[in-house]
T-cell receptor, first 111, second 114 residues
Framework: DAGVTQSPTHLIKTRGQQVTLRCSPK?????VSWYQQALGQGPQFIFQ???????QRGNFPDRFSGHQFPNYSSELNVNALLLGDSALYLC??????????FGSGTRLTVV | QQQVKQSPQSLIVQKGGIPIINCAYE??????FPWYQQFPGKGPALLIA?????SEKKEGRFTISFNKSAKQFSLHIMDSQPGDSATYFC?????????????FGTGTLLAVQP
C-alpha cells in the first residue's frame, strides 16, 4: 500500500522564480495538508484541501497557493521565491476522523 | 496562545534508559495531542496520541503522560534503543479533529548510545 508520494524530492530554484510541488495522497485519503519545515524547526501548517477547496489556511502569504484535483492529489505553488522559502515541504494526507500520514517531503533550496 | 513549547532541544541517553520529552501549551481549546518521530530525510511519523480526558496512554515502549491542569504533556520511551535515535515532535490541534491543523513544537533530537 503506497503511502503519501511527493515529487520532486529535491529542487533548486533562483530567487524570484516560481515552483510547483506535487503530492499524491495515501489510498483512501481525501484530505491533503501542506506544511513547511525549516531546518531545525517543527513543521508549520500552510493550508489544507478537502473536496478540491481550501478548507483551512495558516499564516502564510498569498504567494503560497494550492490546488486539489478530483483524484485527491494536490499541488503547492509558491510565487516570487525568497531565500527564506528554502525548507522541507511536507504533504500529509488524511481521511475524515483519521490522523495524518506524512510524505517524505520536497527539499526546496532557493539561491 | 497558538504555541507549543517543547524541551529539551536535545537529549543523550544510554541504551535501556528512559528519555523524557516535555511539552507545554497555553490554548485550552486544544483537544488532540500527538507525538511524531522523524528520521533524517523522512517525514514525521505518528507514534502515539492522547486526548485531554485521559491522563496516560501506553503503546508498546512509548507512554504519554498528560496533565490537563498544568497544560503539559510528556513522552517517555521505555528501554530505549539506538534505533530510537531521531527527532521527536509534540503537536496539538483543536476541535476534536485529528485532521485539523497541527501546531508543532520545535523538536527534540534524541541520541541513544549503545
Amino acid at each position: 500500500d503506497a503511502g503519501v508520494t511527493q515529487s520532486p524530492t529535491h529542487l533548486i530554484k533562483t530567487r524570484g522564480q516560481q515552483v510547483t510541488l506535487r503530492c499524491s495522497p495515501k489510498s483512501g485519503h481525501d484530505t491533503v495538508s501542506w506544511y513547511q519545515q525549516a531546518l531545525g524547526q517543527g513543521p508549520q501548517f500552510i493550508f489544507q484541501y478537502y473536496e478540491e477547496e481550501e478548507r483551512q489556511r495558516g499564516n502564510f502569504p498569498d504567494r503560497f497557493s494550492g490546488h486539489q484535483f478530483p483524484n485527491y492529489s494536490s499541488e503547492l505553488n509558491v510565487n516570487a521565491l525568497l531565500l527564506g522559502d528554502s525548507a522541507l515541504y511536507l504533504c500529509a494526507s488524511s481521511f475524515s476522523g483519521g490522523g495524518y500520514t506524512f510524505g517524505s517531503g520536497t527539499r526546496l533550496t532557493v539561491v | 496562545q497558538q504555541q507549543v513549547k517543547q524541551s529539551p532541544q536535545s537529549l543523550i541517553v544510554q541504551k535501556g534508559g528512559i528519555p523524557i520529552i516535555n511539552c507545554a501549551y497555553e490554548n485550552t481549546a486544544f483537544d488532540y495531542f500527538p507525538w511524531y518521530q522523524q528520521f533524517p530525510g523522512k517525514g514525521p511519523a505518528l507514534l502515539i496520541a492522547i486526548r485531554p480526558d485521559v491522563s496516560e496512554k501506553k503503546e508498546g515502549r512509548f507512554t504519554i503522560s498528560f496533565n490537563k491542569s498544568a497544560k503539559q504533556f510528556s513522552l517517555h520511551i521505555m528501554d530505549s534503543q539506538p534505533g530510537d535515535s531521531a527527532t521527536y515532535f509534540c503537536a496539538a490541534s483543536m476541535d476534536r479533529g485529528a485532521t485539523n491543523k497541527l501546531i508543532f513544537g520545535t523538536g527534540t533530537l534524541l541520541a541513544v548510545q549503545p
